[in-house]
C-alpha cells in the first residue's frame, strides 16, 4: 500500500480534510503568516524589527554607523563570537547549556599558538591541534553529562575556571604569544577579503542554489500530491533576496567587500541549518529537545545526539578562538575570558533560539551576534562609556528572553506546543 495519498479532483492530499484553511496566493500567505504571529511563531521577526531600530538610533546619532567601512569591519569582528555562538544553539536545543565556550576557545587558540611559534610545527597542524582539543573537551563533557549525570551547567561552570586556569598554564610566563604576520592563519582571518567580481559571482550562485532547492521541494511536493503554496512568492521573495545581497555587496565593496572570516562563518550557518533541517540528525536533535522521554521511546538514540552535540559546541568554541586569535595577530592571558562568553550565549538567545530547548535556528547565531555587533560598534561611535554597553546588552537580552518566554505562552495557548 502507498504511502503517498494521491490527489482528488485536483485538490492536494494535504488539504483534503475540510477542517484545514486553505490558503492559497499571496493573501494566503499573508494570511497564513498573521495567523503564526497571533499563534506565537514568531520566528526571526523581533530581532529584525530590533536590528532595524539600532541601525535608526545610531544613524540618527552618526551618519558614520553605516559607512561601508564600518560594516565590513562590524562583520568581521562578529565572525569569531558567531562561530562560538552557533555551537551554543545546538545545546540550546537540547534545552542544556555550556557557559565554557570562551575559556574553551582562548585555550584552544593558546594550544595552536604554543604549538605553532614555541614549538615550531606547521600553522595546519596547529589549527589541527587546537581543533582536536575543543573536541575532546566535548567528548568529556558528554560522558559527564550522560554517564554519571552531572548536569551541563555545573561541568561547563567547572569547565570555564579550568581552561581559564590551562589558559594561563599553557601561555606560562609569556602572558602573549604573537602570532606571525605572515602566517595563512592571520593572512586570512585578518588581512582576507573576497574580490569584488568573486563577490558578485558568490552572492548570485547563492541566490540561484535557494531558487532551485525551493523548485525542487515544489516539484517533490507535487509529485507527491501536496500543497504546494504560491510560486508568485517564492519568486518575490527571492527576488528580493537577491536584490538586497547584490546591493549590500555592492556598497561594502566601496571600502574592502566581504571578509574571508565572515564568509567561513555564513559558509557554516548554511551548512548546519541544512544539517538541522535535512537530516535525521537534525530532527533527531529538535525531538530530544522538545520532549526527551518522548524520543527516547520512539527509538532515538538520545545519548548520541547528546555527544554530538557537546563535541560540536565545543569544537565551534575552539575553532572560533582560532579565528579571533588569527584576527587579533596574537593570544594573551585575556583571550576568551573577558565577555566572550556571555556573548556567545546571548547572541544565540537574541537571534531566537529558545532558552526551553526544541526552538530555534542556525541563523539565530548570525541575527544575534549582529544585533550585538551593532550595540557594540554603534556605542564606541557615538563615544559612549563600555559599562553602558554592558547594562544595554544586558537589557537586550532581558527582552529577548521576555520574548521568547510571551510566545512559548502563546503558542501553548494556541495549541502549537
Keep these: 500500500m502507498s ?5 482528488v479532483n485536483g485538490v492536494p492530499a494535504d488539504l483534503l480534510d475540510e477542517r484545514l484553511i486553505r490558503d492559497e496566493g499571496l493573501k494566503g500567505y499573508v494570511h497564513v503568516f498573521w495567523n503564526r504571529l497571533r499563534g506565537g511563531e514568531l520566528g526571526s521577526l523581533p530581532v529584525v524589527i530590533g536590528l532595524i531600530a539600532i541601525c535608526a538610533v545610531f544613524y540618527a546619532q552618526d551618519p558614520r554607523f553605516l559607512s ?3 560594516l565590513v569591519s562590524m562583520t568581521q569582528f562578529a565572525a569569531p563570537v558567531g562561530i562560538i555562538a552557533l555551537g551554543i544553539v545546538l545545546v540550546l536545543l537540547l534545552g542544556e547549556i555550556d557557559l565554557s565556550v570562551g575559556s574553551v576557545s582562548g585555550f584552544g587558540a593558546a594550544c595552536m599558538a604554543v604549538f605553532v611559534v614555541d614549538q615550531g610545527h606547521a600553522m595546519l597542524l596547529g589549527l589541527l591541534a587546537g581543533i582536536a582539543v575543543g573536541a575532546a573537551i566535548g567528548v568529556v563533557y558528554a560522558v559527564l553529562y550522560i554517564k554519571l549525570g552531572v548536569p551541563s551547567f555545573v561541568f561547563s561552570l567547572a569547565g570555564l575556571l579550568a581552561f581559564q586556569g590551562g589558559l594561563l598554564y599553557v601561555l606560562g610566563s609569556h602572558g602573549t604569544i604573537n602570532l606571525p604576520s605572515d602566517s595563512g592563519l592571520v593572512q586570512f582571518a585578518k588581512f582576507g577579503f573576497v574580490p569584488d567580481a568573486l563577490s558578485y559571482v558568490i552572492v548570485s550562485a547563492l541566490v540561484l ?4 532547492a525551493q523548485l525542487l521541494g515544489r516539484g517533490r511536493r507535487t509529485k507527491a500530491g501536496l500543497s504546494t503554496g504560491s510560486l508568485g512568492v517564492v519568486l518575490v521573495r527571492t527576488g528580493l533576496l537577491g536584490a538586497g545581497l547584490l546591493w549590500l555587496t555592492s556598497y561594502l565593496n ?5 571578509s574571508y572570516v565572515w564568509v567561513l562563518f555564513a559558509a557554516l550557518v548554511v551548512v548546519f541549518d541544512l544539517l ?4 535525521s540528525w537534525g ?3 529538535f525531538a530530544v529537545g522538545g520532549n526527551e522521554e518522548a524520543a527516547r521511546r520512539s527509538g532515538i538514540r538520545v545519548g548520541r545526539t547528546y555527544l554530538s552535540v557537546f563535541v560540536l559546541c565545543s569544537t565551534l568554541a575552539a575553532f572560533g578562538g582560532l579565528m579571533s586569535a588569527g584576527l587579533l595577530t ?3 592571558q585575556s583571550s576568551g575570558t573577558t565577555d566572550t562568553n556571555l556573548t556567545a550565549i546571548a547572541a544565540a538567545v537574541i537571534g531566537g533560539t529558545s532558552l526551553f530547548g526544541g526552538r530555534g535556528s542556525a541563523y539565530a547565531a548570525m541575527l544575534g551576534i549582529i544585533v550585538l555587533q551593532a550595540i557594540q560598534t554603534g556605542l564606541n561611535i557615538v563615544n559612549v562609556d ?3 554597553r554592558f547594562m544595554v546588552t544586558g537589557g537586550v537580552l532581558l527582552l529577548a528572553v521576555a520574548i521568547d518566554s510571551v510566545s512559548r505562552r502563546a503558542r501553548a495557548s494556541s495549541g502549537r506546543g
Design 283 to 285: 530532527r533527531h536533535l
Design 68 to 70: 561601508s567601512y564600518t
Design 330 to 332: 596574537s593570544v594573551s
Design 386 to 388: 563600555s559599562s553602558v
Design 3 to 7: 504511502e503517498v495519498k494521491e490527489a
Design 254 to 258: 566601496i571600502d574592502r567587500g566581504w
Design 276 to 279: 538541522l533541517r535535512k537530516t
Design 209 to 212: 542554489a535557494s531558487l532551485g
